[in-house]
């Protein structure tokens, strides 16, 4: 069974913090994602990574940055939280897209955090 | 501008009628769509999807049509289940990216006694 853990289910931090998301997926997975999902907006994609140092933007990645030292281990970090990073974000895993596998992404639970 | 696009935001069906959920989608590079399952306070779960190549996968009480002529596809459920009362997203992927998939935003679907 595919695993993709996100370190806490709820976070509360202050506007201004450094806050730190972490997720760890443990089948070997070269694709790792980062997404945040907001009532009638659906899931975006903020920042994804398709190996171990790559990153590339997604559709909305003012605000955050990521961090990949290790293929399982994929971190989200909000420089500075703002009260408009209020969401719930969600981490997903794949394979590396071949005509042989379905790209299906497995999900963690999501982690809610709230900036105060 | 919203490429995947679920115009219905709830539906409400009886337990073991059919549930039609519809997905619009503008790209025409997308050639691989899949459907999502989300419970409250759990990740989405992966359902069911399809090539572009083919117009119709069936899988247990899952179905999805696509048509793609008119870019768009749809998720049956029959017979429906108290059990399948969550919010179900459809995703596209673009055939020009690597692995990103595009998302809906979501049905919130409630089968009722």
């Known amino acids: 069974d595919v695993k993709v853990t996100q370190s806490s289910r709820y976070l509360v931090k202050r506007t201004g913090e450094k806050v730190f998301l972490e997720c760890v997926q443990d089948m070997d997975h070269e694709n790792m994602f980062w997404y945040r999902q907001d009532p009638g907006l659906g899931l975006r994609l903020i920042y994804f990574?398709?190996?171990?140092?790559?990153?590339e933007k997604g559709d909305i990645p003012e605000g955050y940055s990521v961090s990949r030292e290790k293929k399982e281990r994929f971190s989200l970090i909000l420089e500075s939280a703002s009260t408009n990073q209020t969401s719930m974000y969600l981490c997903a895993s794949s394979f590396l897209r071949t005509s042989f596998t379905k790209n299906i992404q497995y999900f963690g639970a999501g982690t809610r955090l709230s900036v105060l | 501008d919203q490429q995947v696009k679920q115009n219905s935001p709830s539906l409400s069906v009886q337990e073991g009628r059919i549930s039609i959920l519809n997905c619009d989608y503008t790209?025409?590079?997308?050639?691989?769509f899949l459907w999502y399952k989300k419970y409250p306070a759990e990740g989405p779960t992966f359902l069911i999807s399809i090539s572009s190549i083919k117009d119709k996968n069936e899988d247990g009480r899952f179905t999805v049509f696509l048509n793609k002529s008119a870019k768009h596809l749809s998720l049956h459920i029959v017979p429906s289940q108290p059990g399948d009362s969550a919010v179900y997203f459809c995703?596209?992927?673009?055939?020009?990216?690597?692995?990103?998939?595009?998302f809906g935003t979501g049905t919130r679907l409630q089968v009722t006694l």
């Open positions: 990574s398709y190996d171990v140092k790559m990153k």
């Open positions: 995703a596209a992927r673009n055939t020009g990216t690597a692995s990103k998939l595009t």
């Open positions: 790209n025409s590079m997308f050639d691989y």
